[in-house]
């Protein structure tokens, strides 16, 4: 989607510090780290929120690609957060997870 900023890292128009890919979820640094590690899991089809139609199944790759980068990163505690609209802190309206790890327990995004 034109001017989505998750889509144009997706398509490589602008930086990101790529992690992780498949075929459907990219997973990157969060540029504003709010724990040791933060990546942001990300669905390479725009979908804009949790909200939408259809998202369950999207939710769930990104789960999955969360498990998987956490297996490989040897993390065996972390955290998994979606901010569901503006007031709950969704800045970025391309549906995201943020995966924080090796921080304080109480940590909050
Ligand atoms: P949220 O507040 O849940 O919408 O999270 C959006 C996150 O995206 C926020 O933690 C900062 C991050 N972010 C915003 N713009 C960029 C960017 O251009 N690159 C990267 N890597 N992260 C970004």
Avoid: W
Wanted: glycine content about 8%.
């Amino acid at each position: 989607m034109e001017d989505c900023i998750f889509c144009k890292i997706v398509n490589r128009e602008l930086p990101g510090e790529i992690v992780y890919e498949d075929d459907r979820v990219l997973a990157f640094l969060d540029i504003h780290p709010k724990a040791p590690i933060h990546l942001l899991l990300v669905p390479k089809s725009h979908l804009a929120s949790i909200q939408n139609e259809g998202s369950e199944d999207v939710a769930g790759e990104l789960v999955s690609a969360a498990k998987h980068i956490a297996k490989e990163k040897g993390l065996s505690s972390y955290k998994l957060v979606f901010n569901v609209g503006r007031e709950a802190g969704q800045t970025v309206n391309h549906l995201h997870l943020h995966l924080l790890s090796g921080g304080p327990s109480e940590l909050t995004i």
